[in-house]
């Protein structure tokens, strides 16, 4: 009898196509066998190895931040980076055979599987050894971890909740460790967005709100909560949570918003865990993705496979006053190939000098600001006004001006993200989510791809054709064959 796979691992192993030094790293991602976590020691491991699973080429140190950059109109693929994954983010060369979406589908799904035994062997009692607070905080990193998964793959995977109302194909709901007769159909879009939420309340109320670098504490844990509200239309509740985490924030004093003279410096390689990273991925020289990490790939003397395009060079070079943002641009090239504006927060340890170990912010208290800007904004009323105080905090720092009301549209409040953001993965996921067109037109890019919005084909990802080797039932997404 042919043996059957656990579905989310068997593929997760087969989309990743990551080197055992992944799956090899101290401590162990891999302890997923019944009975072997009865310890501390084991909860600590196995919680660790969550974030090792994120910390890969295909996850977190890569593929997700380029994936929401270079599909839209900021950044670019250069045309010598032939070949990368980011090369096919950029011309959307999915199919369902190499569907160049790295392990966007099936890491996020290990981390899930393995988050479950954790919270499995908690709930069981099965470690005696450990301080319920301690149990409580270890719990919470596993469910925020599960959230945050399920999210990145229902945006990558699935339409805009705005789109049709969350009433599309979302993605398959893993709310236990998947077993292996085990094939869940897929959920619709506004039950996966409540499913995520729901994770993140139980989540926030168990973990702890100590600084925990690398890790997910409650404070990431609820800016990750106002914006999934944000992303799911629910504009009065994502206001309400960045407002109570931003006053809670600058009550506590633990992190702040970079003041403008030490704006740059916040992405330095010897800044790591700064004041406004909420939660990074960490790498360290022992612990990195090498030449295959975001930072390598952007720096000039690196790959230099990303640059900004020319839409987005000449929108910061017209911004009123001096934007502080444009220090994390250089403008470098040579005769034969042209000069850009190659973007640097993710520098070495100088210009000529890529590093391998820069930590990746998922999560920015700046994020945060505007996330209550633009939900403030759509939720109106009464909202608007503090929603404007927020909007100016971002721009008075860049600029030294602030947002009248007149100014204050969702327009300023996208090339605000645009202009604050770049770089870490938002821009695509925010025009979509809201239905825009991004036009890629002009300047640098050698696309025919010239205009990007919720109904071009493969604006999602396909699901791998090996899914429907275990679930034949499950539907396809649209332009894509079984």
């Known amino acids: ?66 994936y929401g950059d270079v599909k839209g109109d900021d950044i670019q693929a250069t045309s ?26 099936g890491r996020p799904y290990y981390v899930v599987r393995n988050a479950w035994n954790i919270i499995d062997a908690i709930d069981a009692g099965a470690v005696m050894d450990a301080t319920m607070e301690e149990l409580k905080d270890y719990k919470g990193q596993a469910l925020a971890a599960i959230a945050l998964c399920h999210f990145d793959i229902l945006r990558c995977f699935s339409y805009p909740y705005a789109k049709d109302n969350g009433t599309s194909l979302g993605i398959p709901i893993a709310d236990h460790a998947i077993g292996f007769d085990e094939f869940p159909d897929r959920s619709s879009v506004a039950d996966c967005y409540d ?25 990431a844990a609820r800016a990750l909560l106002a914006r999934v509200y944000l992303y799911c239309e629910k504009n009065q509740e994502a206001f309400e949570t960045a407002d109570q985490l931003i006053r809670d924030i600058e009550n506590n004093g633990r992190y702040w918003l970079a003041a403008r003279n030490n704006y740059v410096a916040q992405f330095a390689l010897d800044n790591k865990f700064g004041c406004e990273a909420l939660f990074q991925i960490a790498n360290t020289t022992s612990n990195n993705p090498g030449r295959d990490g975001l930072a390598y790939l952007y720096h000039w003397w690196g790959y230099a496979s990303l640059y900004a395009t020319d839409d987005f060079a000449g ?4 911004v009123k006053g001096n934007d502080i943002r444009s220090g994390v641009f250089r403008w470098v090239g040579n005769d034969n190939d042209g000069w850009h504006y190659v973007l640097e927060k993710y520098p070495g340890t100088s210009y000529n000098v890529p590093s391998f170990e820069n930590n990746y912010t998922v999560l920015r208290l700046s994020e945060v600001y505007l996330i209550a800007a633009e939900a403030g904004l759509k939720a109106g009323g009464e909202l608007r006004e503090p929603a404007r105080v927020y909007l100016s905090r971002i721009t008075n720092r860049a600029t030294g001006f602030d947002v009248d009301d007149a100014s204050f549209t969702l327009d ?15 821009r695509y996921f925010d025009m979509l989510r809201n239905g825009r067109t991004m036009y890629r037109t002009g300047g640098y890019h050698f696309t025919n791809l010239t205009e990007v919005n919720w109904d071009t084909p493969k604006c999602i990802l396909p699901i791998a054709r090996e899914q429907f080797s275990f679930n034949p039932d499950m539907e396809q997404n649209p332009g894509y064959l079984k």
């Open 80 to 105: 010598w980076s032939s070949g990368r994954i980011l090369y096919q983010f950029y011309n959307f060369e999915h199919t369902t055979d190499i569907p160049n979406n790295g392990g966007l589908w």
């Open 315 to 318: 929108m910061l070079n017209n």
């Open 195 to 219: 499913f995520i939420i729901r994770q993140l309340k139980t989540a926030i109320s168990l973990l702890s709100d100590a600084k925990n670098d690398g890790h997910i504490n409650a404070w």
């Open 1 to 66: 009898m042919k043996k059957r796979y656990l579905l989310f691992v068997w593929v997760a192993c087969l989309l990743t196509a990551c080197s055992e030094s992944f799956l090899d790293r101290t401590p162990s991602n891999r302890l997923d066998k019944e009975g072997a976590i009865t310890s501390l020691h084991d909860v600590v491991a196995a919680t660790d190895g969550l974030y090792a699973l994120m910390a890969s080429t295909y996850y977190y140190n890569g593929a997700m931040f380029l």
């Open 412 to 426: 300023r409040v996208l090339d605000e993200r645009r202009l604050e953001l770049v770089g870490e993965g938002h």
